[in-house]
């Protein structure tokens, strides 16, 4: 009976494994024909998902060809493609998407004059806590409270470790309200390219003439693996924080962020925006 069973186990294991299907291809710009760079690409809400090189290129396993695979990125319409028609059509095309912007008028006399830290930021290390996932796409963010209407500087990350020669992120900022994460903020890729090494990186936003005005969830998205060693072993700060607490992630690229529920409630992820309170 037991070997009967054992053989049934091989038998589904091995079934599912033929199933799988490996797919490649280049995501590119449907008007200008040119690479699409770091792209979101993978199944909804599940596990599976990476992200596209700086030339548009990707690779990815699927569970079967009738898998609907989405790809999303900043500035083009989401699409979803089954896995039948990626394996024999290598070329995808994603369509700009047009942003109805206000200008934002900026002048010196509407700021303090004092530079404000929005987040947290430790003294001395704390406790080191890591990605959720070694998915290209995978993100770990922090809340940050906004209690008045505050001009963005910059945004930093505190790092405990981080192995390899170069890292390569991209930032994303949510909105977020009523506990929950909703639509990004920036609409271009915010990257953050540099050296391994341990403390801050730091990514100058003034550029941007951006302006929060309610709470948002601030977050880094691993989208470059270096020499393959993946990110295991990148790791951020954390601190205590007494609201807006949690360490949230998101474990594919086309997935929903999730709060980690082993970590102590009460911490947060070193991550902070540095900028200038509005003035009315």
């Given amino acids: 009976m037991k070997t009967t069973s054992l053989a049934i186990?091989?038998?589904?294991y091995c079934n599912a494994i033929l199933a799988q299907v490996n797919i490649s291809?280049?995501?590119?710009?449907?008007?200008?024909?040119?690479a699409i760079p770091y792209v979101n690409i993978g199944l909804k809400n599940t596990a599976i998902g990476t992200v596209s090189d700086h030339e548009g290129n990707f690779q990815l396993t699927l569970n079967s060809q009738t898998d609907l695979v989405t790809f999303s990125a900043i500035g083009y319409e989401m699409i979803d493609i089954s896995g039948d028609k990626l394996v024999k059509e290598k070329i995808v095309l994603l369509t700009p998407k047009n942003y109805d912007l206000q200008a934002i008028e900026i002048t010196a006399q509407k700021f303090s004059g004092e530079d404000q830290i929005l987040g947290v930021k430790?003294?001395?290390r704390g406790l080191s806590i890591g990605f959720g996932s070694r998915n290209l796409g995978t993100e770990i963010g922090a809340l940050v409270p906004i209690k008045k209407p505050v001009f963005i500087k910059s945004a930093n990350f505190v790092i405990n470790h981080a192995p390899g020669d170069?890292?390569?992120?991209r930032v994303n900022i949510y909105h977020y309200k009523d506990g929950k994460i909703g639509?990004?903020?920036l609409k271009n890729n915010t990257l953050i390219n540099t050296e391994q090494k341990r403390g801050?990186?730091?990514?100058?936003?003034?550029s941007l003439n951006l302006i929060l005005k309610n709470?948002?969830?601030?977050?880094l998205e691993w989208i470059k693996d270096d020499q393959g060693q993946g990110n295991s072993e990148i790791t951020f700060d954390t601190k205590k924080a007494k609201k807006l607490r949690g360490v949230y992630v998101k474990k594919a690229s086309i997935g929903t962020f999730e709060r980690m529920e082993f970590i102590n409630?009460?911490?947060k992820p070193c991550f902070y925006f540095i900028g200038k309170e509005v003035i009315d």
């Fill in 265 to 267: 409630k009460k911490l």
């Fill in 122 to 124: 430790n003294k001395k």
């Fill in 215 to 219: 709470d948002v969830l601030l977050s």
């Fill in 25 to 34: 291809g280049k995501v590119i710009n449907a008007e200008t024909k040119e």
């Fill in 200 to 206: 801050v990186i730091s990514i100058d936003l003034t």
């Fill in 166 to 169: 170069s890292l390569l992120f």
């Fill in 183 to 185: 639509e990004k903020i």
């Fill in 9 to 12: 186990l091989i038998f589904c």
